[in-house]
């Protein structure tokens, strides 16, 4: 590693190619896994944003090169900022009241960074970087899944036919020993005409209660239209 990393430092065709060849690839392997899971920035974005990125810190190099002056991080600086405005854009409310895309926000700046790091050369940092990356995607979202199905705390949203369902929903949570901490909104969804109503819930369950004995215990009562755990 140590070998390939210092003829890449070295602004020559072929490092450059190299370069840029090994972000697409670094950008395009983080993209793969938000693609799989239907992201909104996919294979293709994460490829241009690494590949753009490492660009940008050859351009940055070879600028300092032939002119034997200039701030070689400047350009590379504008790039971790600029970023931000490109991840807001995958950032969205869902229909539950749930912020969806952080990760996928996250996952772009982290791979403008490896673009960074490959197009000034720095390969061993980049793909330490990229497995972690992948690591954290890949595995950790699935610990994180199983801990969260067993933890006592659950967010739950409901919609019902009308606001009165309520009253039946609280009764029947309490039946099964289920604590209700707070209630995050509830919004009429319609004008008049539409009386349904969306509530969501913050409960806390009794130990070793599973989460989706929860959901059958809701959809069970009359008048309940739709429900679905949410991430805490």
């Known amino acids: 590693m140590d070998w390939l990393q210092s003829h890449l430092i070295e602004l020559t065709t072929l490092s450059v190619t190299v370069r840029l060849l090994l972000s697409a690839v670094f950008g395009g392997l983080?993209?793969?896994?938000?693609?799989?899971?239907?992201?909104?920035?996919?294979?293709?974005?994460?490829?241009?944003?690494?590949t753009g990125a490492s660009l940008v810190m050859i351009t940055n190099q070879y600028i300092a090169q032939v002119t034997g002056a200039g701030d070689v991080t400047r350009m590379g600086a504008q790039v971790i900022s600029g970023i931000g405005f490109l991840g807001a854009g995958s950032i969205l409310v869902d229909r539950y009241r749930q912020v969806r895309g952080l990760t996928t926000a996250a996952g772009l700046w982290a791979s403008a960074c490896m673009g960074l790091a490959l197009g000034v050369g720095f390969v061993s940092g980049a793909v330490i970087a990229c497995v972690i990356i992948l690591t954290a995607n890949v595995f950790l979202s699935r610990i994180e899944r199983l801990f969260l199905s067993r933890t006592r705390d659950m967010r739950l949203y409901i919609e019902m036919?009308?606001?009165?369902?309520?009253?039946?929903?609280?009764?029947?949570?309490?039946?099964?020993?289920?604590?209700?901490?707070?209630?995050?909104?509830?919004?009429p969804r319609g004008g008049t005409s539409d009386l349904r109503s969306a509530v969501t819930l913050k409960l806390y369950l009794p130990k070793h209660y599973p989460h989706g004995a929860v959901l059958e215990v809701v959809r069970e009562i009359d008048g309940v239209l739709l429900s679905t755990e949410l991430k805490t």
């Open 30 to 50: 983080i993209g793969l896994d938000r693609g799989r899971r239907r992201r909104a920035a996919g294979l293709r974005t994460h490829i241009l944003v690494c």
């Open 161 to 187: 036919e009308t606001a009165a369902v309520f009253n039946s929903v609280i009764s029947a949570l309490g039946q099964h020993g289920i604590q209700i901490h707070n209630i995050d909104n509830v919004t």
